[in-house]
């Protein structure tokens, strides 16, 4: 990444806007924007609450600080990206393509993860409660100490995910966690799990 990157400050989106080399920050707010770029820069301290944006392309960004709760960023495509304490709750990537892309520390209750496919995603720290993964292909990501508490995880491909230090209580699709990889203090948790998903019943009455 460029040392020296040009200053942006947002006032809204519009279709077709994007910036390389650029540090951005400000505000759009419930924006409807179509086919927005940013490589190679930094997004920082800004909002994207409740925005629409079709098909936005981060490409070699840092982003820090940036609150996306309840967008809706359809055909999202993500490069070589970092998410540092920024907030996702209730926002949508449903079908997103994700490649070298970390969380860290963020808010991620209720992210509408449906059908995402990602190569070598990170996540660690934050909370991931009540996340929806239906179908999303996941397989080899790390999820380090996160709170995924209630997420749905139907249909999802988790081989060789590695779930270390999180919580996982509640899920729904536990079937999915075949092929994955637990500490010593998840096997209850999960294996309640994987009984509830399977229908059975567990009664000491004869």
């Not at 449906?114 to 990170?122: F, N, S």
Request: hydrophobic share 45%; net charge negative; aromatic share 4%.
């Amino acid at each position: 990444m460029p040392g020296d990157l040009d200053e942006v400050e947002l006032d809204g989106l519009d279709d077709h806007d994007g910036w390389s080399e650029a540090a951005v920050t400000g505000y759009a707010v419930a924006a409807d924007a179509e086919h927005v770029q940013i490589s190679r820069g930094t997004i920082a301290t800004a909002r994207f609450t409740g925005a629409s944006i079709r098909k936005l392309e981060l490409t070699d960004v840092a982003v820090a600080n940036t609150d996306f709760a309840g967008a809706v960023l359809e055909d999202l495509s993500c490069l070589r990206v970092s998410f540092t304490n920024c907030r996702f709750s209730g926002a949508d990537l449903g079908g997103a393509s994700l490649a070298d892309v970390r969380f860290t520390d963020c808010q991620l209750d209720e992210i509408g993860l449906r059908l995402v496919r990602a190569e070598r995603l990170v996540v660690t720290g934050g909370t991931a409660v009540k996340a929806d993964l239906y179908r999303a292909d996941v397989p080899g990501s790390r999820w380090h100490d996160v709170d995924l508490t209630g997420a749905d995880l139907s249909g999802a491909r988790f081989t060789r995910v590695r779930l270390h230090g999180s919580t996982i209580v509640d899920v729904r699709g536990a079937k999915a966690l075949q092929g994955a990889v637990i500490d010593h203090q998840q096997v209850v948790p999960v294996g309640l799990a994987l009984i509830a998903d399977a229908g059975i019943e567990v009664d000491d009455d004869r």
